[in-house]
């Protein structure tokens, strides 16, 4: 359908824009398939054929690194969009409204308790300990007087602290500090075939997420518009609410936690693209992927053959980034 608002040479540009944009991110796909310590250059597959240890290790390594990447970052990207149209605040994410240190809680859990669990089902309790997790920051946010811009992300930022505390406190205690940092810190090097697939219910999330775009449009203009409009906010935020429990605990259980990605990206589309969740959607999906991609490059490259895990170049570039919208003039966030 054509949109009745928008020029026809802007519709243009857009979509010109958008196919550049995903011909970027498709080189980038590539270039991750093909960078390594082992040689899997096109002219090793070519020459070794489809049984040729090159080939073994570009199906059962580098093309699910990629893709575990790609989805992980798309993902991540949405949930913050989705996190910050329901707090109404540009700078929340689920990295900073204690949604990864409770899913990490969570996987401490069923480690303790139950360790014998599948992974499915770890990712289950994880899903459900970061839907508690965010419930309880949004109640505290609630009885919180003032909204000013920096202290609703200060709030998520003391409640993930004490759960954080509580979750390194109980892994100093059972000796399972080490296991912890893993899922604190974002690294795909340990990604192989069969240890990705979880990153496809996070893709179905987006999926969701997609539908209910223009929901969350509306509920981010507050309770009252919400409810005055006939729809029923306290289902909206449900719905919002599992979309980034259970794409958050996904990427926990597969990589670890991703800082700052789902805070820099739906903040940098908003400045291009505005407000309106649907439109904004695929750009923050593409464009969190693609940042993603060049920094799990970097991290590769930068001390090679070595590797620098992902969420420290993530944290590294997102920071900077996070400055840079926090210092710039006319903030745009809420």
Same mark, same amino acid.
């Given at each position: 359908?054509?949109d009745?608002?928008?020029?026809?040479?802007?519709?243009?540009?857009?979509?010109?824009?958008?196919?550049?944009?995903?011909?970027?991110?498709?080189a980038?796909a590539?270039?991750?398939v093909?960078?390594?310590?082992?040689d899997?250059?096109?002219?090793?597959?070519?020459?070794g054929?489809?049984?040729?240890?090159?080939a073994?290790?570009?199906?059962?390594?580098?093309?699910?690194?990629?893709?575990?990447v790609?989805?992980?970052?798309?993902?991540m990207?949405?949930?913050?969009?989705?996190?910050?149209m329901i707090?109404?605040?540009?700078? &929340?994410?689920?990295g900073? /409204?204690?949604?990864?240190e409770? @899913?990490? +809680? %969570?996987?401490?859990a069923?480690?303790? #308790?139950?360790?014998g669990?599948p992974?499915?089902?770890k990712?289950?309790?994880?899903?459900v300990?970061?839907?508690?997790?965010?419930a309880?920051?949004?109640?505290?946010l609630?009885?919180?007087?003032?909204?000013?811009?920096m202290?609703v992300?200060?709030?998520?930022?003391?409640?993930?602290?004490?759960?954080?505390?509580?979750?390194?406190?109980l892994?100093?205690?059972?000796d399972?500090?080490?296991?912890?940092?893993t899922?604190?810190?974002?690294?795909f090097?340990?990604?192989?075939?069969?240890?990705?697939?979880?990153l496809w219910?996070?893709?179905?999330?987006?999926? &969701?997420?997609?539908?209910? /775009?223009?929901?969350?449009?509306? @509920?981010? +203009? %507050?309770?009252?518009?919400?409810t005055? #409009?006939?729809?029923n906010?306290?289902?909206?935020?449900?719905?919002?609410?599992?979309?980034?429990?259970?794409?958050?605990?996904?990427v926990?259980?597969?990589?670890g936690?991703?800082?700052?990605?789902?805070?820099?990206?739906?903040?940098?589309?908003s400045?291009?693209?505005?407000?309106?969740?649907?439109?904004?959607?695929?750009?923050v999906?593409?464009?969190?992927?693609?940042f993603?991609?060049?920094?799990?490059?970097?991290?590769?490259?930068?001390?090679?053959?070595?590797?620098?895990p992902l969420?420290?170049?993530?944290?590294?570039?997102?920071?900077?980034?996070f400055?840079?919208?926090l210092?710039?003039?006319?903030?745009?966030?809420?």
């Amino acid at each position: 359908m054509l949109d009745p608002v928008t020029p026809a040479p802007a519709r243009a540009r857009r979509r010109g824009a958008g196919v550049a944009a995903v011909l970027v991110v498709a080189a980038l796909a590539a270039l991750s398939v093909f960078v390594g310590v082992a040689d899997v250059s096109p002219a090793a597959l070519f020459a070794g054929g489809p049984d040729s240890d090159a080939a073994l290790l570009l199906f059962a390594s580098r093309i699910p690194r990629t893709l575990a990447v790609l989805l992980a970052g798309a993902a991540m990207a949405i949930a913050g969009l989705i996190m910050q149209m329901i707090v109404r605040n540009r700078f &929340v994410e689920p990295g900073t /409204a204690g949604t990864g240190e409770s @899913a990490a +809680l %969570g996987i401490l859990a069923v480690t303790l #308790l139950a360790p014998g669990m599948p992974l499915v089902g770890k990712m289950a309790v994880a899903a459900v300990f970061a839907l508690a997790g965010t419930a309880l920051f949004l109640a505290i946010l609630r009885r919180v007087p003032s909204r000013q811009i920096m202290l609703v992300p200060l709030v998520g930022i003391m409640l993930g602290g004490i759960i954080g505390a509580v979750t390194t406190f109980l892994a100093y205690r059972f000796d399972l500090l080490q296991t912890l940092g893993t899922w604190m810190t974002g690294d795909f090097s340990g990604v192989m075939r069969g240890r990705y697939e979880f990153l496809w219910i996070a893709a179905a999330m987006v999926v &969701v997420a997609w539908i209910a /775009a223009d929901r969350f449009s509306v @509920a981010g +203009l %507050g309770e009252e518009f919400t409810t005055n #409009l006939g729809l029923n906010y306290g289902r909206v935020v449900a719905t919002g609410l599992v979309i980034i429990a259970v794409i958050t605990s996904a990427v926990i259980v597969t990589a670890g936690m991703i800082p700052f990605l789902g805070l820099v990206v739906p903040n940098i589309v908003s400045l291009v693209r505005g407000d309106n969740v649907r439109r904004s959607l695929p750009w923050v999906a593409l464009l969190g992927a693609g940042f993603i991609l060049v920094c799990d490059l970097i991290g590769r490259l930068v001390r090679f053959p070595y590797e620098i895990p992902l969420g420290v170049v993530v944290r590294t570039v997102g920071a900077a980034l996070f400055l840079w919208l926090l210092l710039r003039r006319g903030s745009r966030a809420h």
